[in-house]
Structures are given as C-alpha cells and as structure tokens.
C-alpha cells in the first residue's frame, strides 16, 4: 500500500507563486526518483521537474530558471516550488514516486490524485 498526497494548487495571478507539497506514506523498502507531472486540458503529459535521493534534478525546458524542485528522504517528501508562474502553466499537476516495495522487487510508479494549478493573466 502506497499513497501520495498532494497539497499546495490554488489560484494566483501571473508573476505569482506557489508552492506543491507530496507526501509518501504506506509500507516500502524504499524510494528512486520522485516527480512532478502536469496536464492541461488538450496537451500531452509532461514531466515538469524530477529528483532522485542524491539530489540529482532535471526540469522542463518550460520551467528552468523558474521552478525548484527538493526533496526530504527522511519524510518521503517532495516540493514544488513555481516562481514567476505564467497562464501557461495552468494544469492538473500530479506528483509521482518510483517506489521500490520490497528488495525483491523491481520499482514501479505510483501516482498522487492530482492538484489543480491556474494561473490568471
């Protein structure tokens, strides 16, 4: 059983900030990678920001310079934070994990609910 959940999205006006909080819980060896992925209605699913325990990071080209993306490998937790943000960054933004469940087991993806982000001009 594993479970993210997600807070933080609301609306702000352009040139505003917010900031995504995720939190894994349940039961697992151990956490990869963790994410955050958005969709707006009619584009395709992107990967926004992506961190790994070391602290390795990568950013969509859309997002570089504006968004920051951290983690706490004690907590299980992951944050967004968007700077600057633009109407174009309106979507549904969904933070993921590569959880490993047991040592015998290979990593798969699981998935918050989703939280909703828009951004007025």
């Known amino acids: 059983q594993v479970q993210l959940v997600e807070s933080g999205g609301g609306l702000v006006q352009a040139g505003g900030s917010l900031r995504l909080f995720c939190a894994a819980s349940?039961?697992?060896?151990?956490?990869?990678?963790m994410g955050w992925y958005r969709q707006a209605p009619g584009k395709q699913r992107e990967l926004v920001a992506a961190i790994t325990p070391g602290g390795s990071t990568n950013y969509a080209d859309s997002v570089k310079g504006r968004f920051t993306i951290s983690r706490d490998n004690a907590k299980n937790t992951v944050t967004l934070q968007m700077n600057s943000l633009k109407p174009e960054d309106t979507a549904v933004y969904h933070c993921d994990a590569d959880v490993r469940i047991t040592l015998a087991t290979m990593p798969r993806q699981y998935w918050g609910q989703g939280t909703q982000v828009t951004v007025s001009s």
């Open positions: 349940g039961t697992f060896f151990s956490i990869n990678t």
